[in-house]
């Protein structure tokens, strides 16, 4: 079953933000959407999770739309760990991941099936110790545990985020990006948004490049990560290094133009 | 026993107290061996205080448990459940019917403030639309609100006669003197409703502590929820104002209280709101009966001189994180 973005365009007041979108993704994967800032890499996933309707075309999830899919149904299927998750009450950590099993449990709250996905979202991103622990309170980086958890206790079929790395610190990043691997190698679609070039170019198995709202390359890191495209889209001059684990290292050095 | 339960239970049982302490307390204080002699006493018992301990329960747990829901809703504990507009919406509906004079029967000014309210939930709905955009419906609220207390000064101003002017005055000042099983009657359906309708929109309530992508990405409906909130704020607040009067800072200041007793979770917040805004509400309404003074301490006033210390103790306390 592949998401699939079809011709989509996204049109708000009269500014065209997408133009003619077409994408496919596969479960089992990771995808990364890179793109300068304003390029439209929020909307786009924003569309993918089915948050926003298409203005034309359409996002389809298997053989059917997104928006044929209830409420319930599309939370389900397609989880969002949103770039912007304040948390405005400060619930203990249990509670929070908690929340991500709302499409699933009944009116009555969380029954032994929800709460065994709860405990095991969180032993697998390692906040189990924080349990009991005021969210807020937290350090950015346990929160973004306590946040990546909250989407797996949803046990997702797709799992998108909007930059998942913002806000951690060298060790956070690699842990995440092991466990946003190991999520996709369970068998879950994974597509995010990432600004690192080089982190872009490690984790992902398609690299969707989106400028000015149009797909500019989509495809396998070693063939979109080009020298031309850098110039092209993100108007800076790469470094190209190769890592000692054989993968690339790509450092911005100066500006295009 | 869960820790949820528990609370709830201590906070029923304390209300259960408090409503047996408000029949004997009063100017005539009448102990519980009195109370069904069938006698005088017996008659102020059942006649006048039962129902008004019944009309102060169904009202503080109503401004309760809104309040509870409006702080959840917009994610702010400093919301009331007066922001909305519709207690200001009730209160000109109620205005009104004493401006026009219509007393007749003393069930047309709580029919008149319903009515109120129900324009205030439709200008509301008009207003707001059907975004979902919860800062279209705040402001809408918040501009309702000042409307409707704009023309209910001018009434007030306009009064026929300085008696009607100040009857209008003392009743906006909220008190539960003098209430009839009628007005329990015509406040309980709407409030038993809207009480439903904030349980209902728990959930979404807790979906929203991780702000509105995300709760929408969870399958909560926003415009769905926009309506629950509509018609349990609207119905619950009404229904209160309606026979009360406004009486203010009961929403605000009990989520506040209760919120660190469930762990600052928005849906478990409603029910034991609910139950300490009652408890709340009949203590206060118990403390100014007794109160030594020529003339009864409108409840109203009562509360926001309760209230406002607690409010700048709360400001004063989150100073640093506002500024």
Redesign the interface.
């Known amino acids: 079953m592949d998401l699939r973005a079809e011709h989509l365009t996204f049109t708000r007041r009269g500014r065209t933000i997408l133009r003619d979108v077409s994408l496919r993704m596969e479960r089992g994967t990771v995808s990364v959407i890179i793109g300068p800032n304003g390029a439209g890499k929020s909307t786009l996933l924003?569309c993918l999770?089915g948050?926003h309707i298409p203005s034309s075309g359409d996002v389809r999830l298997g053989n059917a739309s997104l928006g044929s899919l209830?409420?319930?149904?599309?939370?389900?299927r397609?989880?969002?760990l949103?770039q912007?998750?304040?948390?405005?009450?400060?619930?203990?950590a249990r509670?929070?991941v908690a929340?991500?099993r709302?499409?699933h449990q009944g009116?009555w709250g969380p029954d032994a099936t929800d709460e065994a996905a709860i405990d095991q979202a969180m032993a697998r991103t390692d906040c189990v110790h924080l349990a009991h622990r005021?969210a807020q309170q937290l350090s950015g980086g346990e929160q973004g545990r306590v946040?990546l958890a909250?989407v797996l206790a949803?046990e997702p079929e797709w799992l998108l985020a909007d930059e998942p790395l913002a806000n951690l610190d060298p060790v956070h990043q690699i842990d995440a990006m092991a466990c946003l691997r190991d999520v996709a190698a369970s068998g879950v679609g994974v597509v995010m948004v990432l600004h690192d070039l080089t982190q872009a170019a490690r984790i992902a198995d398609q690299v969707i490049v989106i400028d000015q709202g149009q797909v500019a390359a989509a495809g396998p890191p070693d063939a979109v990560l080009t020298p031309d495209l850098f110039g092209d889209v993100f108007r800076v001059r790469v470094h190209v290094d190769t890592g000692p684990d054989g993968r690339p290292i790509l450092t911005p050095i100066g500006r295009a133009d | 026993m869960s820790r949820a339960v528990k609370l709830n239970l201590t906070l029923a049982v304390a209300t259960g107290l408090a409503m047996l302490l408000s029949l004997m307390a009063g100017r005539h204080w009448i102990p519980f061996d009195h109370w069904w002699g069938g006698d005088l006493s017996s008659l102020v018992i059942m006649q006048l205080r039962l129902p008004r301990a019944c009309v102060g329960l169904l009202v503080g747990a109503s401004l309760g448990m809104a309040g509870a829901a409006m702080q959840g809703y917009l994610r702010n504990p400093l919301a009331d459940p007066g922001l909305f507009g519709i207690s200001s919406s009730a209160a000109l509906g109620a205005v009104a019917s004493l401006y026009f004079g219509y007393v007749a029967s003393p069930l047309i000014l709580p029919f008149f403030a319903l009515i109120g309210a129900a324009g205030g939930m439709g200008a509301l709905s008009l207003l707001a639309g059907r975004s979902g955009s919860l800062t279209l419906f705040t402001l809408s609220g918040v501009i309702l609100s000042s409307l409707t207390g704009a023309l209910t000064s001018l009434l007030i101003s306009l009064a026929p006669t300085p008696f009607a002017s100040s009857e209008i005055v003392t009743w906006l000042m909220g008190a539960l003197v003098d209430r009839s099983w009628d007005d329990v009657r015509i406040a309980i359906l709407p409030m038993a409703l809207g009480m439903v309708a904030l349980l209902w929109a728990g959930r979404s309530l807790d979906a929203l502590t991780l702000g509105e992508t995300t709760a929408r990405s969870l399958g909560i409906d926003l415009r769905h929820l926009q309506w629950l909130m509509l018609a349990g704020v609207g119905l619950t607040v009404g229904a209160s104002v309606a026979i009360t009067g406004i009486i203010g800072f009961v929403g605000l200041v009990v989520p506040h209280l209760v919120r660190p007793l469930v762990c600052n979770r928005p849906s478990a917040l409603l029910v034991p709101s609910a139950f300490a805004g009652a408890l709340l509400v009949i203590l206060a309404d118990s403390a100014v009966r007794i109160l030594p003074s020529a003339s009864e301490v409108r409840l109203g006033i009562a509360m926001s001189a309760l209230g406002t210390p607690f409010f700048l103790a709360l400001l004063y306390k989150m100073r640093r994180d506002i500024a």
């Open positions: 924003s999770a948050l209830t409420h319930r149904d599309r939370a389900r397609i989880g969002l949103d912007k998750a304040d948390i405005h009450w400060n619930i203990e509670s929070l929340l991500g709302l499409p009116r005021p946040l909250r949803g």
